[in-house]
């Protein structure tokens, strides 16, 4: 039978245009750095400069796994501009309701919100060595959200049975969000979670940090300062996500100022011969030490561990020495306690010669408003202290019980003034600054 031209004309145009996709394809396979060297651009950051793009083959829904092949390959000293999701593979947008986004939730159990563009393989990276992630640049979309999953997760979830989302949008001329009429949040942004992957084989949720770093939601860790994270498997597997605008120094309604990046630029080296068993941060003032557990009093006396650790390297003085010292010179606040796995940070100051300076108020003044607390267990004094400022916050500017919790998840500072096993004290403070128009007594 022979068939009509145009027909015949079509098979050999589809076969032509199958034998090119098969052989891009098969070059791909013999060549896969082909895709590296087509994310490879030109510009003024460090090294060679990488392009990684958030798609769904760049990332991940909720979860770590060191088996995952890796979608970016670079070298120590390269730059990567990293595009990140917001949660759920980007289903977290403005008109989604509380009720949908506590479903992404209970539907999906055992796995993370968090979106995590990755894993980068760092060619050299050996387990024993420390990445050096310089974070140069971070620009956020021009939306975020704010909401508590009703019932469910943060410090109170069944003080709060009702749930509420809310859509900000983010002036990034100003470098604030209206929270709502007459108050506004300073932007921030860093990444809540930066890490690599561990050394346990399997695929794990993205929520706890640990040793690896991870969903640590340290909010100094924004642009100039660095993370040194240890490395536990070859190429160290570098994954971020959890994106925020910002965020409390002790988030509690589960979530921060939750956006995602149009750009995040990390410059990544290796660093051969030095040890480090659990991630440490700069900025230009002061290193940052970490202490993490599912109970606060734990994690404060973990962070009194790695910071008596750093202070004795710093200082050339014994441990012993640099556990008496660390209350005069380190300022300890309250990381996150939504996580599981609850944090605690301290910034210890690079000029060997200073000493602490920060003010612990117990009451409102003029600047604050704040809420303190004390006692043995450092988890009932956080929820003291925190709860006390939601109720002042209902009470002084007349905030809905919704927003007030909201609010201080995503602005408030909880200092630890007190970290003896016997007594620790916590001032909670919120700016009164973020009420702009009047000044609030």
Not at 362 to 389: C, I, P, R, W
């Amino acid at each position: 039978m022979k068939l009509p031209k145009w027909l015949g004309l079509g098979f050999i145009v589809g076969a032509i245009a199958f034998a090119t996709s098969a052989f891009a394809q098969q070059a791909l396979e013999i060549n896969p750095k082909l895709t590296a060297q087509m994310r490879v651009t030109n510009a003024s950051f460090p090294g060679t400069v990488h392009l990684l793009p958030a798609t769904l083959e760049t990332t991940q829904w909720g979860w770590f796994n060191n088996a995952q092949p890796p979608v970016l390959s670079i070298k120590s000293g390269d730059t990567v501009v990293v595009e990140t999701m917001m949660h759920s593979h980007n289903q977290v947008v403005p008109g989604k309701t509380i009720e949908e986004l506590k479903k992404l939730r209970t539907d999906f159990p055992g796995r993370g919100p968090h979106t995590l563009t990755g894993p980068i393989f760092v060619e050299s990276a050996e387990p024993g060595d420390v990445l050096k992630i310089r974070i140069l640049r971070v620009t956020p979309r021009s939306y975020a959200a704010n909401f508590n999953i009703p019932g469910m997760f943060g410090l109170f979830p069944d003080q709060f049975p009702d749930g509420q989302v809310k859509y900000l949008y983010l002036d990034l001329e100003r470098k604030v969000a209206q929270f709502s009429k007459g108050i506004e949040i300073p932007l921030a942004p860093f990444p809540g979670t930066l890490g690599v992957a561990r050394a346990e084989p399997g695929q794990y949720s993205s929520v706890p940090p640990g040793p690896y770093g991870g969903n640590l939601d340290i909010r100094d860790l924004t642009a100039g300062s660095t993370l040194y994270l240890p490395v536990f498997v070859k190429g160290g597997l570098v994954w971020t996500g959890d994106s925020h605008a910002a965020q409390g120094n002790g988030e509690i309604n589960l979530t921060a100022l939750e956006t995602a990046f149009k750009e995040l630029v990390l410059n990544i080296s290796v660093v051969k011969g030095q040890k480090l068993d659990f991630p440490r941060g700069e900025t230009a003032k002061d290193w940052i030490t970490i202490g993490i557990d599912e109970d606060l009093n734990k994690a404060l006396e973990n962070a009194k561990t790695e910071t008596a650790k750093f202070l004795a390297d710093q200082r050339k003085i014994s441990i012993e020495d640099a556990t008496k010292l660390m209350p005069q010179v380190s300022d300890c606040r309250i990381s996150q306690v939504v996580n599981r796995v609850r944090g605690i940070h301290c910034l210890n100051p690079k000029t060997v010669q200073a000493k602490k300076t920060v003010q612990y108020p117990t009451t409102s003044n003029a600047e604050y408003y704040v809420a303190a607390a004390s006692g043995k267990d450092l988890n009932a004094v956080m929820k003291s202290a925190s709860m006390s400022l939601i109720e002042l916050l209902q009470e002084k500017e007349k905030l809905t019980r919704l927003d007030a919790y909201g609010l201080t998840s995503m602005r408030m500072d909880c200092r630890l003034s007190k970290l003896t096993a016997d007594e620790k004290g916590l001032s909670c403070l919120l700016p009164k600054s973020l009420w702009v128009g009047k000044r609030t007594a």
